[in-house]
């Protein structure tokens, strides 16, 4: 999305649509012939304040006072990894904690300035997912078809997501938070008592686990560089690199267990096994060499979480 406003003369335009289309449908009453119809100019008039209107929404999601709070949800975003990583590494110490979004917003929550941390991550995050929506409108025009339905596609799912956290912090904010690992074990339920849920909850879980593999090999590939200003120094450079290596392949790895653990608990129709990220780090926990993979997994979304927050200031908006 580009950062600079387009011109304001969309807003004049805006505002004097109505007499310009007036005229319009004067001057034609008076010249055209009897049984000729005025309905090209209405629809032309009715296109041009449509474009107009859009113009002017996109101006307002440009703004440089939005990209300023919607860079501020990329770091909320990285604080929610930070602490799901630390708590991994918890769990694989034989503590107890819940290494999930909602675990992450309770810790944010039982601080002393918590309402103040919850309504703030609650604006950065509806202002992000607003920015997001508005590439998946607006964006990504000059590219081929196939490109840009794909860049607009993956837009839309970002805004869904930081939609998705908005409404977790706003509910933390009101009291009414829930454990996300129960509200997926229900979900899951719930889905699968519908016609079609099986196939449904398989599909889910394979696309869940697909996107954990891609976030590893975006990773490795170190594919994210490119929507990052890199800082000049060689060293600064190095360090961000690396952190996204290792969160992004700790974060696919997250996203796979996530993805497993649906459709190992929909095969065997157990719903309760689905359990979200927590479940899936407890269940990896488990596991021959567990603990110590755990661990690796803790630091990674730890180093996730640092890059969201350089994210912050270096993200291409």
């Keep these: 999305m ?8 969309s807003w004049v335009l805006f505002a004097g649509g109505s007499a310009w289309h007036d005229y319009g449908r ?4 008076a010249e055209r012939k009897p049984g000729a ?10 296109k041009r304040e449509m474009k107009t209107a859009a113009d002017a929404a996109e101006d307002i999601t440009n703004s440089r006072a939005l990209e300023i709070v919607a860079r501020a949800g990329f770091a909320v975003s990285g604080i929610l990894h930070f602490l799901i990583g630390v708590v991994a590494i918890r769990l694989a110490m034989g503590g107890e904690g819940k290494a999930d979004v909602s ?10 300035a918590g309402p103040l941390l919850l309504w703030t991550s609650f604006a950065a995050c509806v202002a992000l997912a607003i920015w997001q929506a508005s590439d998946a409108i607006f964006d990504f025009e000059h590219l081929p078809a196939k490109k840009k339905l794909g860049k607009k ?3 839309a799912l970002q805004a869904v997501v930081y939609a998705g956290l908005a409404i977790t912090f706003f509910s933390f904010a009101n009291g009414a938070g829930t454990d996300q690992s129960s509200s997926t074990s229900d979900l899951t339920a719930s889905v699968l008592k519908a016609p079609g849920g099986f196939a449904l909850l398989l599909a889910i879980g394979a696309a869940v686990a697909v996107t954990g593999i891609v976030y590893a090999i975006r990773g490795f590939r170190q594919s994210f560089a490119k929507y990052l200003r890199l800082p000049a120094s060689e060293k600064a450079r190095t360090a961000v690199t690396v952190l996204g290596v290792v969160g992004y392949a ?23 096994e689905s359990t979200g990220v927590d479940g899936g780090l407890k269940a990896l926990r488990d596991q021959p060499f567990g ?3 755990l661990a690796a997994v803790g630091v990674g979304l730890i180093c996730y979480g640092i890059f969201m927050m350089v994210r912050a200031k270096l993200a291409k908006m």
């Design 250 to 272: 700790a974060k696919g790895i997250a996203l796979l267990l996530v993805g497993l653990l649906v459709i190992i608990a929909t095969v065997k129709v157990h719903p309760e």
């Design 37 to 46: 119809t005025t309905e090209p100019v209405e629809e032309s008039a009715i």
């Design 26 to 29: 004067c001057k034609n009453r």
């Design 291 to 293: 603990v110590y993979m």
């Design 103 to 112: 675990g992450a917003v309770q810790q944010l929550a039982s601080q002393p």
């Design 2 to 9: 580009p950062a600079a406003f387009q011109s304001p003369d």
């Design 153 to 155: 596609l993956k837009a």
